[in-house]
């Protein structure tokens, strides 16, 4: 399996402007989580799916923020309009009922200038 | 909701030395732990987890952690460390409903770099 894929791997963006960060998750996966790495704060949880629900979205920043899960094989995180605190790593991740392990993709890289 | 502590933000060693990378959680419930590692410019790695049973769990690359319920903690220990250890170590902690896994809580990382 090539495991979880995200793209783009870097993106660099104007301010204003709105970006999407994408995800495939491991095929068979039901769960599905969305997280964004920064040094002030760590890693934070912004959203998860279950079988393409949003189960907790408690995380995502505020309004400008948005992801959906329209299949079992995609999910999108959009960030519209963009701003240079969003400048983050956003990784996805995804996992099993019954797996007790989630498996992460390697990242996108936003720089928001 | 949980938490975790990890309460070096850096550890510097030798190579060859011991390390122990501590981390202690607050939970009320029962919970899945879990040690992942990060090398520069990659995504997150399991190195260990612990579910039930034996408290002492051994992972990939030679770690090994200890479950620790009376003391909420879950240090991660390995006796010879390598350069090639030199990485980010997260700490995390999840819920779980039965075998399905819920949201990982995460520390704030150990940075450990091996000198030689």
């Known amino acids: 399996d090539a495991g979880v894929i995200q793209s783009p791997r870097h993106e660099v963006t104007e301010m204003g402007q709105e970006v999407t960060l994408r995800c495939k998750p491991i095929?068979?996966?039901?769960?599905l989580f969305w997280y964004r790495q920064t040094m002030m704060r760590g890693l934070e949880l912004l959203i998860y799916?279950?079988?393409?629900?949003?189960?907790?979205d408690s995380g995502m920043p505020e309004d400008r923020f948005s992801a959906k899960m329209p299949n079992a094989s995609f999910s999108t995180l959009k960030i519209q309009p963009s701003e240079p605190r969003d400048s983050a790593v956003y990784f996805c991740?995804?996992?099993?009922?019954?797996?007790?392990?989630?498996?992460f993709g390697q990242g996108t890289r936003l720089t928001v200038v | 909701a949980q938490s975790v502590t990890q309460l070096d933000s850096q550890v510097p060693v030798f190579e060859e030395a011991p390390v122990e990378l501590r981390c202690n959680y607050s939970?009320?419930?029962?919970?899945?732990l879990f040690w992942y590692v990060q090398y520069p410019n990659q995504g997150l790695q399991l190195l260990l987890k612990?579910?039930?049973?034996?408290?002492l769990v051994k992972g990939i690359n030679g770690f090994e952690a200890e479950f620790n319920k009376s003391q909420t903690s879950f240090h991660l220990r390995k006796p010879s460390v390598h350069i090639s250890d030199t990485a980010e170590y997260f700490c995390?902690?999840?819920?779980?409903?039965?075998?399905?896994?819920?949201?990982?809580?995460f520390g704030r990382g150990t940075q450990l770099t091996v000198w030689p």
């Open positions: 991740a995804s996992s099993t009922q019954g797996h007790t392990e989630a498996f």
């Open positions: 095929s068979g996966h039901n769960s």
């Open positions: 799916f279950n079988n393409n629900v949003p189960i907790d």
């Open positions: 939970s009320s419930v029962s919970v899945y």
């Open positions: 612990y579910l039930s049973g034996s408290t």
């Open positions: 995390a902690v999840s819920d779980h409903r039965g075998s399905t896994l819920g949201r990982l809580y």
